[in-house]
Each structure stands twice: as C-alpha cells, then as structure tokens.
C-alpha cells in the first residue's frame, strides 16, 4: 500500500522560506513521477512542479525561480523549497506519486496523493 506523508507546513511571512518533505512508503522509488499540487480556498487543485526518475524537474510558470523540488532517493523522501513566498502561494499542498511527467499537471492521470500540508504566508 503506497502513502505520503507530507510535512513541513505552517505560516510565514511574505518573503520567507519553508521546506516541503513527503515521506514516501510502498511505492517503487527508483522508477517514478512524483510532485507536488496545491489548492487554494476557491480555486482549482493545481500543480506546482514535478520530478521524474532521470532527476528532470518540470515547474508551474508562477513558482520558477522560488521553488525547488528534489528527492532524497535513500530516504524515499520527495522535498519542496519554497522561497520568496507570496501570499498568493496560501494554499494546501499535496504530495503525490506515479504520475506521467510528460502530462503531470494532469490530476486525473495522478495514482497516489498525499493527505496535504497546509501553507500560509501573510503579507
């Protein structure tokens, strides 16, 4: 059984940084797509950026340049760096596996999700 746990949440200030880390069990690491969603209160579940087996990164045009996705193949744990936040980044943030890289903004073609972290940056 595959699960995500994410952590690393919480509130900050515009400007500020946290560190996103999903805690991946039961799933085959060494081959995947995995990556990271969020929704905000009203809006639309949306992807954030995405990993792939090979290490390529795929990013949403309003994170590039802030946020970072890596992987800590050993520790099967998928991370996400989030700097300069905006309060427009406010939003759950959800873990999740086994997506297509080529399509991985797609949910309906994403398997595994996580429960989601919840981010709050005020202004």
């Known amino acids: 059984q595959v699960q995500l746990v994410e952590s690393g949440g919480g509130s900050v200030q515009a400007g500020g940084s946290l560190r996103l880390s999903c805690a991946a069990s039961?799933?085959?690491?060494?081959?995947?797509?995995m990556g990271w969603f969020r929704q905000a209160p009203g809006k639309e579940r949306e992807g954030v950026a995405a990993?792939?087996?090979?290490?390529?990164?795929s990013y949403a045009d309003s994170v590039k340049g802030r946020f970072t996705i890596s992987q800590d193949n050993a520790k099967n744990t998928l991370y996400l760096q989030m700097n300069s936040l905006k309060p427009e980044d406010t939003a759950m943030y959800y873990c999740?596996?086994?997506?297509?890289?080529?399509?991985?903004?797609?949910?309906?073609?994403?398997?595994?999700w996580g429960q989601g972290t919840q981010v709050t940056v005020s202004s």
């Open positions: 039961g799933y085959t690491y060494s081959s995947y797509c």
């Open positions: 990993i792939d087996s090979d290490g390529n990164t």
């Open positions: 999740v596996a086994d997506c297509i890289f080529a399509l991985w903004t797609r949910i309906g073609l994403t398997v595994y």
